[in-house]
């Protein structure tokens, strides 16, 4: 009957108090309903009171008549069509429309309840409800936030909260499938408890097992908080009444339950004893609820419960990591706004004209975010504020809260999007860490002006830090943060953010950072500015642009200010433009690009000199195309047109600067089978240069001889074979991993003559690495400011071993280029390069023996067979929630290449000690020069109700290994259910450590 209404009342008020972001939403809702709050009222009675029901915790198993329920009717012309009211007695028959209901006759179901409503039954003695304004509401007299919870009444309210939170067993223990309820209660979907049931998956292969769960995140918990079951009577009423399924709740039936029931047919009802409402999910329970519409007063008084999903569901696992709230702290309101609250209360008042609502000593608990609370009092003085007084708030479990927040009082505002909470504390173990006399905080996702979180960290060049933030909210479509960083160390540095969006031009962002006289780096001043922008038109399709510029003061800047190494140390910060656009046909971009180059030393430790900078491209255009033919034939081409820009200043080498042209056109016929293809290649390559004004002086060159142009062809045909054969290798494996196996043979020739093109400048080429796909590529040279002539043949096999679950159990190729002809053209002052006969024998392969077992091996041989270099490593994953690596990678010189011998060992090790405590350890040892490069320790602790991890690294700067290493410490304190999830050192994990995403997401969820 009144339910609709009295529920959105106390959802509203409940849900601001706990959701804050999720106010507006709420607020909308109960405006809808409060705008047709009295229609309403009488409808429901009208339509949907039934007669009463027995207790249903005492006689469940009686069949009363459920024929009256109903379904909303929003088409009635008048109320007066809706005035069909009954008794609350199963024997009465539907009384007409001016029936007056002033004798209830008791229900013969339930007599052995009368007792405990004798006053009710003594006829005249139900009194209206208190309207809202004169209600006696418990009064905050303390002069503190301090909350006593050792208060009888707070305990009581929790007490009765924690009927609701689920011990977790030690072990889990079945419930065999033949034990029927205990009430012989009729079951369906939403009434039972889901929990997550085991799966039996066949084993893959021999011994091979999929990844065990040694860690139960729902173990790191006491308990949980459950969803209310549903009321069994009430589902068994829905489907006797052919409700549809999906049903929204507004649109679901409603039925009601009471020991008694009355109205006197003008303005007041009332339901007493055991009172029981349900409209879909929704739930409420009291000892009486009342309506009064002279006064215009509905109230629920005694025992009040409440709920939005009466469904008898569990969240599964370890709720407070695994929902969406850990993505972003924006989803805190979002969370809230889509139900999941449980709330008990003694009493609730609310007002239908004015939607003026107010509680009594409401404790709630929401089962989305693991979490729970109090206040005192709750009251909602109009449709847009909300006033909380003693409120308690915490994600540990009831029983057992480790942290809490404490405040005197909460203001909220819905129009304003805005919260004020008074004389805050945050508590651990009751002992107050933090307060604060005021806070105002958004409630919603209107930015706002406002301090943001703290942070503190530890290193051994700037010693302790502590950032406090605050950001500015300017305008929709920008705003700023202002940071302001104190060290112990150093003099305190201010930096900002500046955040912009523009309709038509993009948007981007802007960092900046000022730190005067640093007393560490001879009392210079430190700074810094970064700055992207991004924009795509929307006049001209695919067609997009951005901007990039980066500056340091000095070359230790980005170690010094990056306490944890997070960031990519790097020599040249690029400072570019680009547009760019594409279609079916064309890709192109047109790039201008500079760089400031920071002093470094190179792997010998020699400073680097203007001559190792990389030239500018002042522009640069390059197109990729490709021409329609009405054949099979491919047509392709590739231009590729800059000027490079280089100055010596320090007399390195003479200035070599100039225009760049390159064009390639190629035409392709492929031909292919299912067993293998064929595809023939003609190519025409074009290469001019010519120095600028400052090269050819530099050089004491003409015009003439400063440019030089070179056309060089190329022909190609690479083939190859495709080779099925069903079932695992030698039959070995066919009764447990079948499958099946493929062998692909490839071949290629490729001829380049050669022309001379020693003296053309290298603006921007380099050797590639040699691997497998590098072998059957058409040229070694990454760049075009060389057409090598390269005259080789290149045979090459690759196996592959699938099972018959489409697992990859082995991945091997191997192949070696013979050069028929040396190499004449040179990259580096005329030092050759492929004179070989071979380049030697490369291989690459992956073997996945066990579903938790990776090993990769991939390294070359020279063309005396001896060692080019090696790389392997070692995973296994034990369990999902653990992963052990080893690598080690040897290389040697490699003139043709240029690359640099290296001798190292990476190792790695993530492992639980139990369900809260788990161990991070990562490491990089350079046994050529005895020296660890990179160290990194942490231990990590998590349960339901917060978690904290302390981790140290001991690394090398990437642009001076000459240098003492930095060394770092790091904490961090997660609070259950707030904020993110993550952090900028599992970013750096997952960079480090293979296969560290799915082991952390295990570990969360």
């Known amino acids: 009957m009144l339910y609709s209404p009295l529920y959105q009342s106390i959802r509203v008020i409940l849900f601001g108090a706990l959701g804050l972001s999720s106010l507006a939403v709420n607020a909308a809702l109960s405006d809808a309903d409060t705008q047709t709050t009295a229609p309403t009222l009488i409808d429901s009675s009208t339509r949907y009171i039934t007669k009463a029901a027995p207790n249903a915790n005492s006689s469940i198993n009686q069949n009363p008549d459920y024929n009256n329920i109903r379904y909303k009717n929003n088409n009635q012309a008048t109320a007066s069509q809706n005035n069909e009211y009954q008794q609350a007695s199963t024997a009465a028959q539907p009384a007409s429309e001016h029936t007056t209901l002033t004798n209830p006759v008791d229900n013969s179901n339930a007599v052995e309840n009368s007792s405990l409503n004798k006053d009710l039954l003594d006829g005249n003695q139900s009194t209206p409800a208190t309207p809202v304004n004169e209600t006696s509401a418990s009064e905050t007299t303390s002069e503190t936030n301090t909350i006593d919870m050792s208060d009888e009444s707070i305990q009581d309210s929790l007490m009765r909260l924690a009927e609701f939170y689920e011990l977790t067993p030690d072990t889990e223990v079945p419930i065999p499938s033949d034990i029927d309820d205990t009430k012989n209660v009729e079951t369906n979907d939403s009434q039972l408890i889901l929990t997550p049931t085991p799966r039996t998956i066949p084993k893959v292969g021999q011994n091979l097992q999929l990844l065990p769960h040694t860690v139960d995140s729902a173990q790191r918990c006491e308990g949980q908080w459950v969803y209310p079951k549903n009321n069994p009577n009430y589902q068994r009423a829905v489907r006797e009444s052919g409700a549809a399924n999906g049903l929204t709740n507004n649109q679901a039936p409603l039925f009601t339950e009471s020991d008694y029931g009355y109205y006197d047919n003008a303005d007041y009802a009332e339901l007493s004893g055991n009172v029981i409402i349900n409209q879909g999910t929704q739930h409420i329970e009291a000892e009486k609820i009342s309506l009064d519409l002279k006064n215009s007063v509905a109230a629920a008084q005694g025992n009040v419960m409440f709920t939005d999903q009466a469904t008898g569901q569990r969240k599964v696992g370890n709720t407070a990591s695994n929902n969406p709230l850990n993505n972003t702290q924006a989803n805190f309101g979002e969370t809230v706004s889509q139900g999941g609250i449980i709330g008990i209360a003694d009493s609730l008042n609310y007002n239908t004209e004015t939607g003026q609502s107010t509680a009594d000593n409401v404790a709630f608990a929401s089962v989305d975010m693991q979490a729970h609370g109090y206040a005192k009092r709750l009251n909602r003085p109009n449709n847009s504020q909300y006033e909380l007084d003693e409120v308690m708030f915490s994600t540990c479990p009831p029983m057992n809260r480790k942290w809490q927040f404490d405040a005197k009082s909460i203001d909220l505002d819905t129009e304003t999007g805005r919260g004020k909470a008074y004389d805050t504390t945050f508590r651990v173990a009751d002992v107050p860490v933090f307060y604060l006399p005021y806070f105002n905080f958004p409630i919603d996702s209107r930015r706002s002006s406002g301090f943001l979180v703290p942070s503190a960290s530890f290193d051994s060049d700037s010693g302790l830090e502590v950032e406090v933030p605050y950001y500015l909210n300017l305008a929709p479509n920008y705003d700023a943060t202002l940071n302001t960083h104190i060290y112990t160390d150093r003099n305190p540095m201010v930096s900002g953010e500046f955040r912009y969006l523009t309709e038509n ?501």
Request: glycine share 6%; proline share 4%; aromatic share 14%.
């Open 505 to 1005: 031009y993009g948007g981007g962002t802007i960092n900046a950072a000022y730190l005067p006289n640093d007393n560490e780096y001879n009392d210079e001043d430190r700074s810094s500015l970064f700055y992207n922008h991004t924009w795509e038109s929307k006049s001209i399709p695919r067609l997009s642009g951005d901007l990039e510029y980066n500056y340091v003061s000095d070359s230790d800047y980005l170690d010094d200010f990056d306490t944890f190494g997070l960031s990519d140390s790097t020599v040249n910060l690029p400072r570019s433009a680009r547009l760019n656009y594409y279609n079916d046909y064309v890709t192109g971009e047109l790039k201008v690009e500079t760089f400031q180059t920071l002093d470094a030393f190179d792997s010998d430790g020699d400073e680097l000199e203007d001559k190792d900078r990389p030239y500018s491209r002042l522009p640069q255009l390059l197109l990729n195309y490709r021409i329609p033919t009405n054949s099979n034939i491919e047509v392709t081409g590739i231009s590729d047109s800059a000027y490079f820009k280089k100055s010596i200043d320090d007399g390195s080498e003479t200035e070599k600067s100039g225009t760049r042209l390159y064009n390639k056109i190629s035409a392709t016929y492929p031909i292919e089978f299912s067993w293998g293809y064929i595809k023939p290649e003609l190519s025409l390559q074009h290469l001019y240069t010519a120095y600028d004004e400052d090269s050819l002086e530099d050089n004491s060159l003409s015009a003439e001889d400063g440019s030089q142009s070179v056309f060089v062809p190329q022909a190609s045909i690479d083939a190859g074979l495709t080779f099925y054969q069903a079932g695992s290798p030698f039959g070995a494996f066919d009764d447990t991993m079948g499958g099946y196996q493929l062998l692909s043979p490839r071949l290629k020739y490729t001829y380049a003559p050669y022309e001379d093109q020693n003296d053309i400048p290298n603006f921007n080429t380099s050797i590639a690495s040699i691997s497998y796909q590098q072998l059957f590529s058409d040229s070694w040279f990454l760049g075009h400011d060389r057409l090598q002539d390269l005259h080789a043949v290149t045979p090459g096999v690759n196996y592959r071993y699938i099972d018959a679950t489409g697992v990859t159990r082995f991945d091997g190729s191997i192949a070696e280029q013979f050069y028929i002809d040396d190499g004449r053209v040179t990259l580096v002052d005329d030092e050759p390069i492929f004179t070989t006969s071979s380049s030697g024998m490369v291989w690459d392969a992956s073997v996945q023996p066990y579903n938790n077992v990776w090993v990769d091996v991939n390294g070359a041989l020279t063309n005396s067979y001896d060692l080019n270099f090696i790389t392997t490593e070692l995973r296994y994953q034990p369990t999902e929630n653990s992963l052990f690596s080893a690598g080690f990678v040897k290389r040697q010189r490699d003139g043709n290449t240029n690359q640099q011998p290296l001798s190292a060992v990476t190792a790695s090790a993530i492992f639980p000690i139990n369900n809260k405590w788990r161990v991070l350890t990562q490491g990089q040892y350079d046994y050529r020069n005895s020296r660890m490069l990179d160290t990194l320790v942490g231990i990590d602790y998590e349960d339901c109700c917060f978690g904290f991890a302390v981790y140290g690294r001991r690394y090398y700067n990437d642009l001076d290994v000459t240098d003492e290493p930095t060394q770092a410490v790091m904490a961090e304190i997660r609070l259950s259910g707030l904020g993110s999830g993550n952090s900028s050192l599992t970013s750096l994990l997952s960079e480090k450590i293979l296969g560290f995403d799915t082991v952390q997401s295990a570990w969360k969820n």
